[in-house]
């Protein structure tokens, strides 16, 4: 199964569901706040400028969240970023460290691959809400009911993986104070698949269906962090 080093591929190459989403909390000029560290609409088009179209909007916006949310949750869990697998990550991008977009991925890759393992423990709210969404998504008949399918599911290595990796990096940011502009929606990144049924993560505000002029999301890759974690 995927780790949370999934994440890192997910956000690197923009894998971005964009669903409806989020007030930012001040001035139309910022693109996106993670607590007291903003993000302006003109260093978006300077980045996008900056990689000649190659990285979107969408994506620097991700970027900068991942970047910042990563660097709390390593203050507050103790663990330092893994520079070398982070650089290794920028390379395969082709973009430039001296650069302002550069150095951003690169914090950000740094920090995923240095997070810990998100291990395996899981609740029976983790285990019902992909019951719920297993239901949605025809992966589970309605006739079945949670408990008769409970044993599967936590007996699922791919499942409690995935539902574990969400975990961590939901508690993880749980309490930071995540913002995002109205123009880029709900930033959901996915963490998994595990019986094609989408495991996925939201950053940032609670949706607002009022935004109709979002930008166009970035085409989604397959799955999203070593082996498979978080899709951005």
């Known amino acids: ?26 001035a139309p000029s910022a693109a996106a706040y993670v607590g007291d560290s903003r993000l302006t609409e003109a260093q978006v088009t300077d980045m996008v ?5 190659r990285i979107t909007r969408e994506g620097v ?18 663990f330092s970023p893994n520079t070398q697998q982070g650089a290794q990550a920028l390379s395969t991008e082709g973009l430039d460290q001296s650069t302002e977009i550069g150095r951003l991925r690169l914090e ?9 393992d998100a291990g395996v423990k899981v609740t029976d ?16 008949q309605p006739n079945v009911t949670f408990e008769q399918v409970k044993p599967e599911l936590s007996g699922s290595q791919e499942v409690v993986q995935t539902l574990a ?7 993880a940011t749980a309490n930071q104070d995540i913002s995002v502009s109205p ?7 996915s963490v998994g698949a595990p ?38």
């Not at 950000?108 to 810990?116: E, K, Q």
């Not at 123009?183 to 990144?189: E, F, K, P, T, V």
């Open 108 to 116: 950000m890759h740094s920090c995923i691959y240095g997070a810990p």
């Open 125 to 140: 709210e983790d285990l019902r809400w992909f019951y719920d969404d297993a239901i949605k998504y025809g992966a589970i």
């Open 165 to 171: 990796l969400r975990r961590m990096w939901a508690d």
């Open 1 to 26: 199964m995927r780790t949370h080093r999934r994440l890192t591929t997910a956000a690197v190459a923009g894998a971005l569901a964009a669903l409806a989403l989020a007030g930012c909390r001040s």
């Open 49 to 53: 400028d900056s990689t000649g179209g």
């Open 195 to 232: 019986g094609n049924v989408p495991v996925v993560l939201q950053l940032g505000d609670s949706a607002n269906d009022s935004v109709v002029d979002a930008p166009t999301p970035a085409p989604s890759e397959t799955a999203a962090g070593g082996t498979g974690a978080v899709q951005s």
């Open 61 to 78: 916006v991700l970027s900068f969240v991942l970047a910042n949310a990563c660097k709390q949750f390593a203050a507050d869990a103790g």
């Open 183 to 189: 123009r880029y929606r709900a930033l959901s990144i």
